[in-house]
């Protein structure tokens, strides 16, 4: 691990930090967004690398070919009526 000291800077009310270039490389860090973990011992910033809904749309393609992308339960109930919508 290595360690860095880096001066905090004022952002309006805010402060802020500048990454070097390297350092964000090392995590592969190309994301827009990183991870904040804070506990009594400091903050630590952590690459952002979770990808949601990654290799839905291979399931979706899968389920289709299979026939397992029919409805469980009918879109419109016996009982329902749309005068009750408009």
Do not use: H
């Amino acid at each position: 691990m290595e360690t860095l000291k880096i001066k905090v800077r004022k952002i309006g009310n805010s402060k802020g930090i500048v990454i070097p270039q390297k350092y964000l490389k090392k995590v592969e860090s190309d994301k827009e967004e990183i991870v904040i973990e804070v506990d009594e011992k400091g903050i630590l910033l952590k690459s952002n690398n979770r990808t949601p809904r990654k290799g839905w749309a291979k399931a979706f393609k899968r389920m289709a070919k299979n026939g397992d992308d029919k409805l469980l339960m009918p879109d419109v109930f016996e009982d329902e009526t749309f005068e009750e919508w408009i």
